[in-house]
């Protein structure tokens, strides 16, 4: 029987084998046959490979391929020093979709290849658990050992144009938007009565981004806090850490996709080679792009892991979207699509970087499900009182949620009564919900939404 790995290969292999070209869908690119004349091994393969109407839940490993390549390809935007920036970097940052001082008359515009500061932020993750935000501590070898070297405002989120018009278009950028995103939602539920399975259909109705949203997020560190040997082995841009000093060069060290392929996001996660405790707790599973493709966790954290070798499919993946030979020196450390696995047991996925001090107990598919609002638009906190109550795994600073979202973060739920009079505590038909918070449909970005009267903000009559 073949193994997934070996059917990504099949594909791929026989993609360019016979001449396969990248056609753009829309704001996707994926690969056709230049002719249904190829026979078996054209057009009608695909019809061969069972399954593969749905790669991101098929074959999960070369779709995060594909989207990587993708939206790491050049861009028409020059960058200081020479050179093009990738694709995801002319995207919508926060700041850009999130305006401090919203104004629904003059809603945000999509900004295009347009050149503009590239401005790093503080990692969102750090102030999950109400502590503010923490530096990134980057780790390097020191006499053969781990020794931390702390660095600041790395981070930064961009959309592309298909998420980015779902949230003005729907008025999701500010508070107000989202207080009435939620009163919608509220008179769905009255007009169904409030009954368990119609109310929560007509809720998700409600906030659904289309189906070619992506939403990413990048960390980076100072190149100067690379070991000179490997400085060459990272993807470089010049950026900001704030809105004034001069620009900085930085080293792209971590980067986290998630599209709206299946209805609860497809996530994927990838580190530069080098980056130490690349595989730390989980190990890094690769089905498609590397050999091996499953590396095990050492037994100490902030260690070295062997690169491995990059595949042939993948290898001509990158050269055939036309990516820097420096994208080669960057590993898939793994992927989610489920809250669960077949068994039941919560589906884990973190990143060295971006989870820092939160790795062991970390999905992302369980936090990004918590991105809600209440009635008045205000954002739930990222992780719920009942994790920050629990006692973080040894070496994390925090536990978060992981696993089946629980419904009474969204929900207040009266059970009913048996014919005794006795409450029942599972679902039944007579189980009824009211709605307290409403779910953006896995989009943190939210956070950073304001209010129209902001006080921060001053009218020019002022």
């Not at 790093?120 to 993750?125: F, I």
């Not at 501590?137 to 981070?155: A, I, N, R």
Request: glycine fraction near 8%.
């Amino acid at each position: 029987m073949f193994r997934r790995s070996t059917i990504c290969v099949t594909i791929v292999t026989a993609l360019f084998g016979f001449g396969a070209q990248a056609v753009d869908f829309g704001s996707r690119s994926f690969w056709q046959f230049p002719s249904p004349g190829l026979g078996w091994g054209g057009a009608d393969l695909f019809a061969k490979l069972h399954g593969f109407e749905n790669p991101a839940v098929n074959f999960p490993y070369f779709w995060a391929w594909h989207l990587f390549t993708d939206i790491n390809r050049p861009s028409r935007i020059r960058k200081i020093g020479g050179g093009w920036a990738v694709k995801w970097e002319s995207w919508a940052s926060d700041t850009e979709t999130f305006p401090t001082c919203p104004n629904p008359l003059v809603p945000p515009v999509w900004p295009g290849e347009t050149d503009r500061d590239k401005v790093l932020s503080g990692r969102a993750q750090t102030a999950i658990a109400d502590e503010g935000t923490v530096d990134l501590d980057w780790y390097t070898l020191v006499d053969g050992k781990p020794s931390p070297v702390q660095v600041s405002d790395p981070q930064e989120v961009r959309r592309n144009e298909a998420s980015f018009d779902y949230i003005v278009d729907n008025d999701l950028y500010y508070t107000e938007g989202l207080e009435a995103a939620f009163a919608e939602a509220q008179d769905a539920v009255d007009a169904a009565g409030g009954g368990t399975a119609q109310s929560t259909t007509a809720v998700l109705d409600t906030v659904e981004f289309p189906t070619d949203a992506i939403e990413m997020k990048a960390d980076w560190v100072p190149i100067s806090a690379i070991p000179e040997d490997q400085q060459g082995e990272y993807y470089t841009n010049w950026a900001l850490t704030g809105t004034d000093g001069e620009p900085e060069e930085y080293a792209l060290v971590a980067m986290h996709i998630m599209t709206k392929d299946i209805p609860q996001w497809f996530w994927a996660t990838w580190l530069n080679k080098n980056v130490l405790g690349r595989c730390d707790y989980y190990g890094c599973r690769d089905d498609f792009g590397n050999d091996p493709s499953y590396t095990p966790p050492n037994s100490e954290t902030n260690y070295p892991y062997r690169a491995g070798a990059v595949t042939l499919p993948l290898q001509a993946m990158l050269k055939a979207k036309g990516l820097d030979p420096v994208f080669r020196n960057y590993r898939l450390v793994g992927i989610q699509t489920n809250f669960v696995d077949p068994s039941g047991n919560p589906t884990l996925m973190s990143n060295t970087i971006t989870e820092q001090n939160q790795l062991q107990t970390a999905s992302c598919i369980t936090c990004h499900a918590r991105a809600a609002v209440d009635s008045s638009g205000a954002t739930l906190s990222v992780i719920s009182q009942t994790a920050k109550d629990e006692t973080p795994p040894a070496g994390d600073s925090f536990a978060t949620d992981n696993g089946i979202p629980d419904p009474s973060w969204f929900w207040d739920v009266d059970y009913g009564k048996d014919s005794d009079g006795n409450v029942l505590d599972y679902f039944t038909s007579n189980t009824t919900v009211d709605l307290t918070a409403l779910q953006i449909d896995f989009v943190w970005g939210i956070l950073f939404a304001n209010s129209v009267d902001n006080d921060s903000c001053t009218s020019e009559s002022d």
